[in-house]
């Protein structure tokens, strides 16, 4: 059985993903015994890189591949070696209309933006609409960014610090689908605005609940700026530098010790029960810090209804290509093209008719998904031969695919799901992706997609949902018991540090940061 350095940990945390890191690097830079219990033989939970492709020398971020949300604050007080690049271009989103193939391509210079509008939509109006837009929510993230590493704020709060009641409305209290519409006329256009608010979310442009303008509001608030941004060296580097820092304070890591029970009062030290390769073992913690779902916190605990359930909506496709495929759309290098987010199948029209197919229990008969190449922007991921070569990675994330639509097969619907995306990425193609694609040491080929009942059984996502349930806002004012900082749970010696806590969601780090602010009394 495991020997540890201590009888009684300050802090024991469940769960080595990047946010359990985060607080245990705080927690033991503050000079309290720390000690980290991980189910899986190695750290970073979704935030890992691997070599999935036998034979290949290819490191690919595997299941969260883009960073925004991670606070430079984060970085700078954990002296972490870890570094972001920017795209050059933002998005390029195909389109074929009156017969020819077109897009529109955002970056690479306003004066390229602006034409790019005007020649897919006949005037500028649609660029000052975008620019008008953006400029809001651009400002608007300059003011709530900060707040999410800070003590709650109150509703009025925030809505007193954003101090503008065009975006607040906008954001916080009519369905985002009205504001798209308001402030877009093009189809396309539309799409392209509402994808951020339909990422790893399941919901219509005018749900009732808001829950598509939350995931929004994350997709737009990320650095200030609302940039998504390629972590260089992968995913992998930013928790491989997490585990370091924490281990560098004095915190000890444990990989492969499943924790299975937590029992505490509230008030005493909490006996946390685990399991490992070779039987049952207990440590005891004055405090412990979940980074865990919600459901999987009263699992632990013992309660007799956890949670409610939840359910993930999303496809995502790893691909190692020889080269870039060549674009139907000659007017567009595919280095551009693929460099930022290629939105495929998400006009506004396309995705509701793929929210509503797909509500019904239909697997969406044209799904809407999009791709980016990480290695354009950062090599480092290849080995050496295959950057001579000419070789680059693809990422796709499918939307619109809850979890219910595989229970009955998986792996049918899996390849009847995958087989449709790559039908629509094709449309767009000058030659199928397939042809693309590299092989690996035995021969087969260089690819591999993930539903979200793979995701449920891989990493523990409840329902397969990337953000552990659905997100909540930024304030505090319908979190009962989340307390000062939106972590707490009904013991007070008991805290969720998971991306399911007030503020989480996405490679942040905050719900870590949080947690820890909370047991440091600050």
Same mark, same amino acid.
């Given at each position: 059985?495991?020997?540890?350095?201590?009888?009684?940990?300050?802090?024991?945390?469940?769960?080595?993903?990047?946010?359990?890191?985060?607080?245990?690097?705080?927690?033991?830079?503050?000079?309290?015994?720390?000690?980290?219990?991980?189910?899986?033989?190695?750290?970073?939970?979704?935030?890992?890189?691997?070599?999935?492709?036998?034979?290949?020398?290819?490191?690919?971020?595997?299941?969260?591949?883009?960073?925004?949300?991670?606070?430079?604050?984060?970085?700078?007080?954990?002296?972490?070696?870890?570094?972001?690049?920017?795209?050059?271009?933002?998005?390029?989103?195909?389109?074929?209309?009156?017969?020819?193939?077109?897009?529109?391509?955002?970056?690479?210079?306003?004066?390229?933006?602006?034409?790019?509008? *005007?020649?897919?939509?006949?005037?500028? @109006?649609?660029?000052?609409?975008? =620019? +008008?837009?953006?400029?809001? &929510?651009? %400002?608007? /993230?300059?003011?709530?960014?900060?707040?999410?590493?800070?003590?709650?704020?109150?509703?009025?709060?925030?809505?007193?610090?954003?101090?503008?009641?065009?975006?607040?409305?906008?954001?916080?209290?009519?369905?985002?689908?009205?504001?798209?519409?308001?402030?877009?006329?093009?189809?396309?256009?539309?799409?392209?605005?509402?994808?951020?608010?339909?990422?790893?979310?399941?919901?219509?442009?005018?749900?009732?609940?808001?829950?598509?303008?939350?995931?929004?509001?994350?997709?737009?608030?990320?650095?200030?700026?609302?940039?998504?941004?390629?972590?260089?060296?992968?995913?992998?580097?930013?928790?491989?530098?997490?585990?370091?820092?924490?281990?560098?304070?004095?915190?000890?890591? *444990?990989?492969?010790?499943?924790?299975? @029970?937590?029992?505490?009062?509230? =008030? +005493?030290?909490?006996?946390? &029960?685990? %399991?490992? /390769?070779?039987?049952?073992?207990?440590?005891?913690?004055?405090?412990?810090?979940?980074?865990?779902?919600?459901?999987?916190?009263?699992?632990?605990?013992?309660?007799?209804?956890?949670?409610?359930?939840?359910?993930?909506?999303?496809?995502?496709?790893?691909?190692?290509?020889?080269?870039?495929?060549?674009?139907?759309?000659?007017?567009?290098?595919?280095?551009?093209?693929?460099?930022?987010?290629?939105?495929?199948?998400?006009?506004?029209?396309?995705?509701?008719?793929?929210?509503?197919?797909?509500?019904?229990?239909?697997?969406?008969?044209?799904?809407?998904?999009?791709?980016?190449?990480?290695?354009?922007?950062?090599?480092?991921?290849?080995?050496?031969?295959?950057?001579?070569?000419?070789?680059?990675?693809?990422?796709?994330?499918?939307?619109?695919?809850?979890?219910?639509?595989?229970?009955?097969?998986?792996?049918? /619907?899996?390849?009847?799901?995958?087989?449709?995306?790559?039908?629509?990425?094709?449309?767009?193609?000058?030659?199928?992706?397939?042809?693309?694609?590299?092989?690996?040491?035995?021969?087969?080929?260089?690819?591999?997609?993930?539903?979200?009942?793979?995701?449920?059984?891989?990493?523990?996502?409840?329902?397969?949902?990337?953000?552990?349930?659905?997100?909540?806002?930024?304030?505090?004012?319908?979190?009962?018991?989340?307390?000062?900082?939106?972590?707490?749970?009904?013991?007070?010696?008991?805290?969720?540090?998971?991306?399911?806590?007030?503020?989480?969601?996405?490679?942040?780090?905050?719900?870590?940061?949080?947690?820890?602010?909370?047991?440091?009394?600050?």
């Amino acid at each position: 059985m495991t020997s540890f350095g201590h009888d009684v940990y300050d802090d024991v945390i469940v769960g080595g993903g990047h946010n359990g890191l985060v607080a245990a690097a705080y927690l033991a830079r503050a000079g309290r015994s720390v000690l980290v219990l991980e189910r899986l033989g190695n750290t970073g939970g979704a935030a890992i890189s691997t070599r999935p492709f036998v034979g290949v020398d290819a490191r690919l971020s595997r299941y969260s591949y883009l960073v925004s949300l991670l606070p430079a604050k984060i970085v700078r007080d954990l002296g972490l070696k870890f570094a972001v690049r920017k795209r050059a271009v933002s998005s390029y989103t195909p389109v074929e209309r009156d017969g020819r193939p077109g897009g529109l391509l955002v970056g690479g210079g306003e004066s390229r933006t602006r034409e790019s509008f *005007a020649r897919l939509t006949g005037s500028e @109006r649609e660029y000052e609409s975008w =620019r +008008a837009f953006y400029g809001r &929510t651009g %400002r608007l /993230a300059e003011k709530v960014f900060p707040t999410l590493t800070e003590p709650l704020p109150t509703r009025a709060e925030l809505r007193t610090r954003i101090d503008d009641e065009a975006a607040w409305r906008m954001l916080f209290e009519e369905p985002l689908g009205r504001a798209v519409e308001e402030h877009f006329a093009d189809d396309l256009v539309r799409g392209v605005v509402l994808t951020d608010a339909l990422i790893g979310t399941f919901a219509d442009a005018h749900d009732a609940s808001l829950v598509q303008n939350r995931c929004f509001l994350y997709h737009v608030i990320g650095g200030g700026t609302g940039d998504w941004d390629v972590p260089v060296g992968g995913m992998g580097a930013l928790t491989d530098a997490l585990a370091a820092a924490a281990r560098a304070a004095g915190a000890e890591i *444990a990989t492969g010790h499943e924790v299975l @029970r937590i029992e505490t009062d509230g =008030r +005493a030290p909490a006996e946390v &029960t685990f %399991r490992t /390769a070779t039987g049952e073992g207990r440590v005891v913690a004055r405090t412990v810090l979940v980074n865990a779902s919600p459901r999987a916190l009263g699992e632990l605990l013992g309660e007799a209804e956890p949670a409610p359930p939840v359910e993930g909506a999303q496809l995502k496709v790893n691909m190692l290509l020889r080269r870039l495929p060549r674009l139907r759309d000659t007017s567009v290098d595919p280095r551009e093209a693929f460099g930022g987010t290629f939105h495929i199948a998400e006009g506004y029209a396309e995705l509701a008719r793929a929210y509503a197919e797909a509500a019904t229990g239909e697997l969406p008969s044209v799904p809407p998904s999009e791709v980016y190449c990480h290695s354009l922007t950062d090599p480092s991921i290849l080995g050496p031969e295959l950057v001579a070569q000419g070789y680059q990675t693809l990422t796709l994330f499918g939307l619109h695919t809850p979890a219910r639509l595989f229970e009955k097969d998986n792996q049918g /619907a899996r390849e009847v799901l995958l087989t449709g995306t790559l039908a629509q990425l094709d449309a767009h193609l000058a030659e199928p992706i397939t042809d693309c694609l590299a092989f690996d040491a035995d021969g087969r080929p260089c690819i591999e997609a993930k539903t979200p009942l793979d995701l449920e059984r891989e990493l523990r996502l409840p329902g397969g949902h990337i953000f552990h349930r659905d997100l909540s806002w930024p304030y505090g004012d319908d979190q009962p018991g989340a307390g000062r900082w939106g972590v707490g749970t009904p013991y007070a010696n008991v805290l969720l540090c998971g991306a399911g806590a007030v503020r989480g969601g996405g490679v942040s780090g905050v719900p870590g940061h949080n947690a820890a602010m909370a047991v440091l009394g600050h």
